[in-house]
């Protein structure tokens, strides 16, 4: 009897000592490593993602992050950043296979070429969408606007073309569309003044054209960065003294309207409109932007048809009335070669003050998530 009892505490005692190791043996899902190493015979190069091996724990493989609760592979990361992904290819199919995906970034990877997978619409728990930095070419393919969960997309830095979809407008969730620095053309959908979530928009460095859609007034966006397109006529209804915008950026387009009509919102905190055709009087709410850090204002714009060019009269921005700006550029109209000529019609605190405001507004951008969603 004795023997028995010690035999049986013998063996409770060897599965208590190998039960962590037991435990961590089994964490890798098999079927995500399955997928993963698919998706890196995909990629056509037998010497990227060295610590992909078959023998170890794909959670502990570089790149990816596996759930703590469920142990499925959650997040994938594949940047130049991270040794040995240097490759050739365009995103494999095999991508599709990974279906408790949340977050998925493939950044600066330049020889990523191809259009976007149609594989990724199966990935329906995707929060987080980055693919940035890349040869990625082709339309914005309408099957984003499946993955309703998404609440960033960063397709920045690409070589994609074509128009942007309207369905866009159909995600829920979305806190931020970085479609920038592409070649994207055509007007802005009609649909983004109606958004659920009032995105930031950073359609920025493009060839779009038309005229702002008048169903935006109807968005209090944090941050609405248009700069560097074809886009004419009124984009009044982007200020608003009821909004919250923090970050607005319409410079070097064809945009004219009257600047004396319109209210800014009191968050902001950059603000360009140079090389448009913007005339009229700065209004006197301007004042009442206590957090401006940057403000390009009237360089480049002309005057309006009736021959009125823009002032500063009644702002606070001269001797006794003005405010340390980080950046700032107030100059005249002189040129009708829309360069920034002119003198300022003001002294400032700051001790940079500048012509132009930076072109990259980026140092007040949306944070994207942490691996753990936060921000």
Not at 263 to 277: C, E, P, Q, S, V
Request: aromatic share 8%.
């Amino acid at each position: 009897m004795a023997t028995s009892i010690f035999n049986y505490c013998s063996l409770l005692f060897l599965f208590l000592l190998l039960f962590p190791f037991l435990t961590l043996s089994e964490r890798c899902n098999p079927s995500d490593k399955k997928a993963l190493l698919q998706l890196k015979k995909d990629l056509h190069n037998p010497y990227i993602l060295a610590s992909w091996n078959p023998k170890d724990d794909c959670c502990d493989w570089y790149c990816v992050k596996c759930d703590e609760k469920t142990n499925r592979i959650i997040s994938l990361d594949i940047s130049s950043s991270v040794p040995d992904t240097d490759f050739s290819a365009q995103i494999p199919d095999s991508i599709a296979n990974l279906p408790y995906l949340q977050y998925l970034e493939f950044h600066k990877l330049p020889k990523l070429t191809g259009p976007l997978n149609p594989a990724i619409a199966k990935l329906t728990r995707l929060t987080f969408l980055r693919i940035d930095y890349t040869n990625l070419s082709g339309p914005i393919p309408d099957f984003l606007a499946q993955l309703k969960n998404l609440d960033l997309i960063i397709l920045s830095h690409n070589n994609l073309s074509g128009p942007i979809p309207a369905s866009l407008s159909q995600l829920p969730k979305l806190g931020s569309l970085q479609l920038d620095h592409n070649k994207l053309t055509g007007p802005i959908p009609d649909s983004f003044g109606y958004f659920k979530s009032s995105p930031d928009l950073w359609l920025h460095n493009n060839q779009l054209s038309g005229k702002i859609p008048a169903s935006l007034a109807k968005q209090n966006t944090t941050r609405i960065l248009l700069q560097r397109n074809k886009l004419e006529g009124d984009a009044s209804m982007l200020f608003s003294a009821k909004k919250t915008t923090e970050q607005l950026d319409i410079s070097r387009n064809m945009l004219s309207f009257d600047v004396s009509k319109v209210g800014f919102a009191r968050t902001l905190i950059y603000l360009d409109m140079n090389h448009n055709k913007i005339y009229g009087k700065l209004p006197e709410g301007l004042n009442a932007v206590e957090n401006l850090q940057a403000f390009n204002g009237l360089i480049g714009c002309g005057a309006a048809a009736g021959g009125v060019e823009p002032t500063t009269e009644g702002v606070g921005v001269g001797e006794g009335g003005s405010r340390g700006f980080e950046a700032l550029g107030l100059a005249a109209a002189t040129s009708d070669a829309n360069v920034s000529q002119g003198t300022f019609y003001m002294t400032c605190k700051s001790s940079e003050v500048e012509r132009k405001a930076p072109n990259d507004p980026r140092k007040w951008r949306r944070k994207a998530p942490n691996e753990n969603g936060g921000v």
